[in-house]
């Protein structure tokens, strides 16, 4: 499904802005390597993306899991989000990138 907060090519090159701001921090966090890995998972996943944005106009979602419906407090949940591999990589990617950021900001407080 996906979502519909503007036009492909909005996303299209708010996705080429922001591959390039990761390309610039992978440049400049060369020597770190485990951010390095990080944002190439981040950057493959937004050039998978961009592929399919450009040959097919939008992002294909393929994976579709069905699971038993869940309702908590309120939250009534049928499905499971749809989504691709490229979407994983970047999300898996950013979050593993701010718990580093949380991690070593702490460990920097620490040592002055």
Known sequence: MGTTLGSGTFYLITSL?????VFYLAYTNFNNRFISILLTGIAGGAIGNIIDRIRIGKVADFLDFDIPDINFLGLRLER????????AAITVGVIMLLVYMLLHRGQEQAET
Do not use: C, S, Y
């Open 17 to 21: 802005i922001v591959l390039g701001i």
């Open 80 to 87: 499971w989000w749809t989504f691709n591999i490229a979407d």
